[in-house]
């Protein structure tokens, strides 16, 4: 993984690592504070064997010493020792559980046995090992020399008695709870690091290179407010998401330069990307340039398009072709250019045979025939078969795919749907984010840009809008309720034809 991916997840992730570093400090102070502290004490106890001083003597004695001591060693948690300090000390105890506060070490180079006793507090520390250091060194008397009590075979001397511990064992409390912190946030690094290695929901350009070697046309960033408003108001596109349209119609009329007429079917995934706001956008950007165009809205299970620009849905594509009624009829003009709209008209009860009749593929050739572009508002690819159907009328197929919402294989399996069929693909990822260095590009070419903190998409899927109240004029109105400053957010304007005004 390369840093820059690291730190796209981690600023992808950054409200789990600020979690993850509150509960890693909370959890640290919750450790200090229910921890009791633990004091050591430690006693030294020299081991010794009487000699004359002769050198063989001294040597026997002291590997008699070194093959005993590692047995004095283990008898510190021994009942026989621990009972007298329990009667002496007056504990409220066991021996098996004092045992578990006692140690004793012994270096094997040394004649030196090190007693150690932990308490709660740091004069019961010192006077614990104290009276484990004599309970010892009495009870290692009485074995080693039995029924004697002039002579002794072995010594135990206190050569450094118990001192009370000046500071608490291990680290002091006050550390625990930026350690908690960082481990913390350690933990939710890899936490974030794993989940983004395996999250495969589309974010960027780089998310759909992975899945397809088709085009990406373009990359339109979200708005907050999109709304539909006449041209006499303001200007037709404006602020970074028109620009981005108006480079999906660049790309699009290169794609195209040589055909007198494109065919363009516009669908996503699934439902609730964006798709029919795309082809709205499309369809006035390319009006605005010259071009006639015709919408046709061929979603004919959950369309759209007549009720977002205020038109009269109850009669259109469904009429065309099962009544026979001529375009001129049917198709309603929309805004002052050569924009043209064929809305759905009622929803029928077989849309896929609907469409894969003869008149279909009849009523595109003659829209073809009388448009310079023909947009189609198909439905999502997936979870009907009416979108590959269109796709085999059209010239090329734009895959709308929505940043954060889609995942990798959802795109890729609509790509490989599309590809059996033989279907020219490109690629529009909607709702992108921008980075810092994109924004400061437009705004130093006086492009006025949304922050990034802007660039959540207010509205929910397709299928959630509010219905426009068609037949009286509406208004727009931004979605915070108050002027917005001075920056434009609204991508196209729309007009219907009784001059009323048709948000989103």
Known sequence: MKIPQLFRILRRHLILLVIMLIAGGAAGFGISALMPPSYSARTELFVSVP????????????????????????????????????????LDTTPRELASRVEA??????????????????????????AVSRSLTERISMLENPGKIDTSAIDLIEANEAVPPSR????????????????????????????????????????LAAVTSA?????????????????????????????????????????????????????SSRP????????????????????????????????????????????????ALVSGLGLDELLQTWGDDELHVLAAGEIPPNP???????????LVSELAGRFDLVIIDGPPLLPVADG???????????????????????VAESVRALDELGAPIGLVLNRSQMSSAEIDRHRTYGIRALVPEELEEADGPEGTEEPVEQ????????????ESDGLETSPMPLVRDDGGVSPS
């Open 168 to 207: 608490p064992d291990g680290l002091p409390h006050g550390l625990f709870i930026p350690i908690g912190a960082l481990l913390g946030l350690a933990a939710g690094i890899a936490a974030a690091v794993v989940r983004g290695t395996y999250d495969n929901v589309v974010r960027s350009k780089n998310d």
């Open 105 to 130: 070490i012994s270096d094997p180079e040394t004649v030196l046995i090190t007693v150690q006793a932990s308490a709660e507090d740091a004069d019961s520390a010192a006077r614990l090992s104290t």
């Open 51 to 90: 000699t004359s001083g002769d050198p063989y003597e001294m040597r026997m004695a002291s590997d008699f010493i070194k093959e005993r001591i590692q047995t004095y060693v283990g008898m510190v948690g021994s009942e026989s020792v621990l009972e007298p300090v329990i009667t002496d000390l007056d």
């Open 388 to 410: 590959l159907v269109l796709s085999k009328l059209a010239h090329r197929t734009l895959l709308v795919a929505a940043a954060g919402q889609v995942k990798s294989r959802t």
């Open 272 to 319: 609730g990307e964006g798709k029919t706001t795309i082809g709205i956008d499309l369809a006035i950007a390319s009006a605005r340039a010259g071009q006639s165009v015709v919408l046709v809205d061929a979603d004919l299970r959950r369309p759209a398009v007549a009720t977002r620009l205020g038109l009269e849905g109850a009669v259109g594509l469904t009429t």
């Open 352 to 362: 896929t045979e609907l469409l894969e009749t003869r008149a279909m593929t009849e």
């Open 471 to 482: 037949g009286g004029p509406l208004t727009s109105v931004p979605a915070s309720g108050e």
């Open 215 to 267: 085009p990406l046309l373009a990359a339109v960033p979200s708005d907050r407010d999109i709304t539909y408003r006449s041209n006499r108001d303001g200007p037709a596109i404006c602020g970074v998401r028109g620009e981005s349209i108006l480079r999906l119609r660049t790309n699009l009329s290169f794609a195209h330069v040589d055909e007198v007429s494109t065919v363009l079917l516009v669908s």
